[in-house]
């Protein structure tokens, strides 16, 4: 089945730095790449996601890349902002189901 | 603006009990999940369900089962709770049959086993 790992595991940066999350994915038919974001105490909740027919996906601050050949997706935040932290998960579509990554906790300092 | 509720925010059961674990989701979507999220190890997947009375195994199945006897509502039941079990319990609902459609998380159990 799919398996997804997603680095690293914590990330701390400053304010307005950009950082970057990487995933990758084992099963080469998988074609949806969600990414989630959950603030402490909250619910994940759906930020951007891209399809296995796009090589890149962009939403203001974020975009997500995806390399089929290489199998790996990755999140990029610009501009980061003390409310961007929180933990990001990754996911890919295996047969019926989404595998999620182990997350990352995103530390935005001021 | 689709609404995931479930049951309680925290539980606390002992060693052995039958523990229920009910979610409700109010957008008619055909597929529903339960997963467990432990830190370190991320979202796994337990059961899902993309129809009523239908259920399939997730990643980390044992231990558990499901009913899903009403479309907007899946319950996870543990059957003879153990320590091991106690985790954050995570229910998500979706639209569509192919897996590619956003999924509504709702607010989480916090399950303590003693």
């Known amino acids: 089945g799919e398996n997804v790992e997603q680095h690293p595991s914590t990330l701390s940066v400053q304010e307005g730095d950009s950082a970057v999350i990487k995933c990758t994915y084992s099963d080469s038919a998988s074609n949806y790449f969600p990414w989630y974001k959950q603030e402490l105490g909250k619910r994940p909740q759906l930020i951007i996601d891209i399809r296995s027919n796009v090589g890149e996906k962009k ?13 790996h997706f990755s ?10 932290s929180a933990v ?9 189901k989404l595998v999620f990554g182990t997350g990352t906790r995103l530390l935005v300092s001021p | 603006d689709v609404k995931v509720t479930q049951s309680s925010r925290y539980l606390v059961k002992r ?25 370190g190890l991320g979202l796994r997947l337990i059961y899902f369900s993309y129809d ?3 259920k399939e195994k997730g990643d980390i199945p044992e231990g558990y089962s499901v009913s899903r006897e009403k479309k907007e509502r899946f319950s996870l039941i543990l059957e003879s709770a153990s320590t091991n ?22 607010p989480g159990t916090r399950l303590t086993v003693t």
């Open chain 2, 15 to 39: 060693t052995g009990e039958k523990v229920f674990l009910e979610c409700v989701q109010d957008m008619d979507h055909e597929n529903m999940f339960w997963y467990r999220q432990d830190p």
């Open chain 1, 88 to 96: 990001y998960f990754c996911a890919a579509k295996g047969f019926q």
């Open chain 2, 52 to 54: 009523v009375k239908m």
């Open chain 2, 85 to 106: 079990q106690t985790s954050m319990y995570l229910c998500a609902s979706s639209l569509g049959a192919d897996g590619t459609y956003e999924q509504y998380f709702g």
């Open chain 1, 75 to 84: 999140l990029h935040i610009t501009e980061t902002q003390p409310e961007d």
């Open chain 1, 59 to 71: 939403d203001q601050r974020i975009a997500v890349t995806l390399n089929k050949t290489a199998k």
